[in-house]
């Protein structure tokens, strides 16, 4: 599997990036979804348009913010580097800490039930990651250490994990399960929690095959992460579950 040319086309002397183009797709297919599903979880369609409007660029903004801090020293000084993000660089658990921090807020503002709301989001959200991870496929980075496996990413004639595709069908899995629980939820926030867990499963053995990780010191910062997020979120949803049982008794 190739590496292909990042360049989608120009215009006017300016490249325009399949990373941004598929990230950017990404997120309208899931703003979709959610304005679609909305009345499911009785939250007004124009009400969650204001939540798209400000969440989405709070949660890029995270996502880049978040990525730069852990690349400082490649950064620093360099506002043009920090500012080109058609490059790359965007950090999911940036996005995701930024965008449930400014929907939350949003929600105690507008009196909404924020886990009404993430329960609502959380599926498109993990679709529009299975569709934003091609991003990195098109600009070759996001990959695994070297393998000889046939579906294994070439890059500069070596061949290595591609990574992003595990996440890409793990993260579209992901979607098809969550939509169904959401379908038939128990409780509020077992849609959201449930994504918690099952993806941040995911990316602590996904993390351990990449060659190019977020550190915090001498770990890998997805990992570490992605465990205290199973565990707070195994930990919330046992609670919730068992005050869900103890409401209807």
């Not at 309208?28 to 400000?54: G, K, S, T």
């Not at 949660?59 to 400082?72: E, S």
């Not at 941040?200 to 990992?223: H, N, W, Y």
């Not at 707070?232 to 068992?242: E, G, M, Q, T």
Request: glycine share 8%; with cysteine.
């Amino acid at each position: 599997m190739p590496t292909p040319e990042p360049v989608a086309f120009t215009i006017f002397g300016l490249n325009i990036m399949w990373y941004g183009i598929l990230v950017t797709c990404g997120i309208v297919i899931a703003a979709l979804i959610v304005y679609w599903r909305a009345p499911r979880h009785e939250i007004d369609r124009n009400q969650l348009l204001n939540f798209i409007i400000i969440c989405v660029p709070v949660g890029i903004i995270g996502a880049r913010a978040y990525y730069v801090l852990f690349n400082w020293s490649y950064y620093a000084g360099d506002v043009a580097k920090i500012l080109n993000m058609r490059a790359g660089g965007l950090a999911v658990h940036g996005g995701l800490i930024a965008g449930f921090a400014a929907g939350a807020i949003l929600c105690l503002i507008w009196k909404i039930r924020p886990f009404n709301l993430m329960d609502l989001c959380v599926p498109a959200i993990a679709l529009a990651q299975a569709i934003g991870r091609w991003g990195n496929y098109f600009n070759g980075e996001a990959h695994g250490g070297p393998t000889d496996l046939p579906w294994a990413v070439i890059i500069d004639g070596q061949t290595y994990h591609p990574t992003f595709l595990y996440e890409s069908i793990w993260c579209f899995i992901l979607f098809l399960i969550l939509i169904y629980v959401d379908n038939h939820r128990k409780f509020e926030g077992q849609v959201l929690l449930l994504y918690g867990i099952l993806y941040s499963l995911e990316r602590f053995f996904v993390e351990a095959l990449r060659t190019d990780s977020l550190m915090i010191g001498p770990f890998k910062q997805a990992q570490v992460i992605s465990l205290a997020i199973i565990v707070i979120c195994v930990i919330a949803y046992l609670l919730l579950k068992r005050s869900g049982k103890s409401s209807r008794r």
